[in-house]
Each structure stands twice: as structure tokens, then as C-alpha cells.
């Protein structure tokens, strides 16, 4: 019975956030309009304390309580009012992702700058009962940084979850928190397949074209120095750092050049050929091996470095979204 109705109510909370809270473009400052602010459990138990001490008070005509309930509750207001202060006017900003294979933890830079001369205390940033708490800010354009952890299950392109940004400093009286979510593109790479065979150890450009062209040559490590090397390839920091002459070592991106096509990767759908298309991707880079990768009309030519890499899994995790 309770399930159904949970349900329900996390349904109208997630609509009401849709549309008081949408999504934007960073940076977002915290507005008087965007924070909310509540009693925490030790507020309420203070609360009810003050109360009695009021009633004894009342009951006994001791001008001794009257103070001391007056006082309490006077303690309690400037919480309050330094608890909603601590949250106003900061700046949030969301840092560049680092991409993550689907199934992997994210986790997304969040930028906290204070641009006013009061000091920010004990900031934290929630999202689905995670908590991490930042350090003080503790000046003008002084800055903070979290991460906001979270696990996209499917390749593609993702936003970041909205999370909350929270204090109860100074007495933990009070609660105050603001919602925030904020536009920023994750790029998720798909899961590599656990199996399904090694990649293919040659093959021809789909297309017919030429892939690499002479003069792009890879650096495959370093190897000892020897007399009449080319001057150019001379490897100067190791010198500096351990007194010995090293030579750079570049291995030939024309030898044995494979191409991945999509239409020619075995599977049953769609993510399944890209899985294994990941696969042979890191193979193919781990044992420094130039390819090529042809999904449909889009084709990138055969190279090599993290950076063909990464365009090569960036397109596989953004192939079919639109």
C-alpha cells in the first residue's frame, strides 16, 4: 500500500522540481528565492526545550525563565538567519567531466566560488542521500571543489543528476539547501564487451581511400642513444634527469592498418556490435596498432595516441542519438 503511494508523491515532488527548478546554463548563483530553510532534528528538540522552559515559566511567574526562554529563542533566530546566510550569493559552477564507460562511477567537478567578504562554512552537496562536505571558503573570490558522484547505466550523452547544496552551520539548528541543475554534457563511452574474439588483425579502408599519410609517426617509447642519431629525435629531459642520452623511438602507423566497421562487427543489436567495437578499440590502442572506424557514413581515419582514441570511443558513444 505504501509503495504505490511513495510512488505517487515522488512523481508530484519530481514535476514541482521540473518546473520551479529547470535546468540551465552554468554558472548559477543562489538567489533569496532558492533557498529553503527547515528545522533539523536537534532544531526541533531545541524548539520543544524552549517551549517548556516558556511554560514553566508561565506557571511559576519566574522572570528568570522568561529570560532564558526569550534567550533561547533569540539563539535560535540568529541561527536561522546565519544558516539561510551562509548559502546566499554563492556561485555554482560544474568543471569539465572526465568521460566514463557505461556502468562506471562519474565524477563531475562542482565549482563553489564565494564572491562576498563572509566566510562559507561546512557547504555540502547531496544527491540520492550521498553527502560529501566541502572545505571553508574562506574570502572573496576564494573557490571550493566537490564532486557529484553518480552512474550512467547506457552509453550516449547524459546530464548530470540535480543535487542539492546544503548547510547547517553554525549550531546545526537549521537546514538550508538549494536545488540545483545545472546543463553540462557527460560523455559515456559504451561498456566493452567481455568477450567475443579478438579484433581483426588487418584489414582494407571500406571507402578505398588512403588512411595514413607518410610523416605520421607515433612515439613508441625511448631507447639508448646511439652515435650518428638523428639530432631531432634526441630525447634532452632525460639527459637533464639522468645524465645519460636517450633517443626517441617511433614505430611506422602505415604497418597492418585495421579498419572496424560497424557493419561488419558480429552481434544481435545495435549496443551489443558498439560494445564489442569499445573492445577492440582499446585492444587495438593497448598493443599500438593503427585503425580505422567506419560507423555508416561517419569514418575516421586510421591513427594513433589517446586522442584517436578518444574521438574513436566518442563516436561510438554518440552514434544513433541525434
Given at each position: 500500500m505504501l509503495g504505490p503511494l511513495r510512488r505517487a508523491w515522488q512523481r508530484k515532488v519530481d514535476d514541482w522540481m521540473r518546473r520551479h527548478h529547470p535546468r540551465r546554463a552554468g554558472p548559477y548563483r543562489i538567489n533569496r528565492r532558492r533557498i529553503y530553510i527547515l528545522p533539523s532534528r536537534a532544531g526541533w528538540g531545541?524548539?520543544?526545550?524552549?517551549?517548556?522552559?516558556?511554560?514553566?515559566?508561565?506557571?511559576?511567574?519566574?522572570?528568570?525563565?522568561?529570560?532564558?526562554?526569550?534567550?533561547?529563542?533569540?539563539?535560535?533566530?540568529?541561527?536561522m538567519h546565519e544558516t539561510h546566510a551562509n548559502l546566499l550569493g554563492i556561485e555554482v559552477r560544474l568543471g569539465p567531466p572526465e568521460p566514463v564507460f557505461a556502468g562506471e562511477?562519474?565524477?563531475?567537478?562542482?565549482?563553489?566560488?564565494?564572491?562576498?567578504?563572509?566566510a562559507r562554512t561546512a557547504l555540502t552537496i547531496s544527491q540520492d542521500r550521498l553527502a560529501e562536505v566541502a572545505a571553508e571558503i574562506s574570502d572573496c573570490d576564494s573557490e571550493a571543489h566537490l564532486y557529484l558522484r553518480w552512474t550512467p547505466q547506457a552509453r550516449g550523452v547524459h546530464r548530470p543528476p540535480r543535487f542539492a547544496l546544503s548547510s547547517d552551520w553554525p549550531l546545526g539548528l537549521f537546514r538550508a539547501w538549494s536545488w540545483v541543475h545545472l546543463a553540462q554534457d557527460q560523455v559515456v563511452y559504451p561498456k566493452p564487451a567481455a568477450g567475443g574474439g579478438e579484433p581483426p588483425h588487418s584489414s582494407h579502408d571500406p571507402a578505398g581511400e588512403i588512411g595514413l599519410e607518410r610523416g605520421q609517426e607515433e612515439l613508441a617509447?625511448?631507447?639508448?642513444?646511439?652515435?650518428?642519431?638523428?639530432?631531432?629525435?634526441?630525447?634532452?629531459?632525460?639527459?637533464?634527469?639522468?645524465?645519460q642520452l636517450a633517443s626517441k623511438n617511433f614505430a611506422d602507423p602505415r604497418s597492418e592498418v585495421v579498419w572496424l566497421d560497424l557493419a561488419a562487427?558480429?552481434?544481435?543489436?545495435?549496443?551489443?556490435?558498439?560494445?564489442?567495437?569499445?573492445?577492440?578499440?582499446?585492444?587495438?590502442?593497448?598493443r599500438r596498432q593503427p585503425f580505422g572506424l567506419a560507423l555508416g557514413a561517419t569514418r575516421i581515419p586510421p591513427g594513433l595516441g589517446d586522442g584517436h582514441r578518444d574521438q574513436c570511443l566518442e563516436a561510438l558513444a554518440r552514434h544513433g542519438q541525434g
Open positions: 531545541y524548539g520543544a526545550g524552549a517551549l517548556i522552559v516558556l511554560l514553566a515559566a508561565m506557571n511559576y511567574s519566574n522572570s528568570l525563565g522568561f529570560m532564558l526562554a526569550f534567550w533561547m529563542a533569540a539563539v535560535g533566530f540568529v541561527a562511477a562519474a565524477h563531475q567537478p562542482v565549482h563553489l566560488r564565494n564572491s562576498s567578504r563572509k617509447g625511448l631507447r639508448e642513444y646511439v652515435q650518428g642519431d638523428n639530432p631531432r629525435h634526441i630525447h634532452w629531459r632525460s639527459l637533464a634527469a639522468h645524465d562487427t558480429p552481434g544481435h543489436d545495435l549496443e551489443e556490435r558498439l560494445s564489442l567495437l569499445c573492445r577492440w578499440v582499446m585492444a587495438l590502442h593497448g
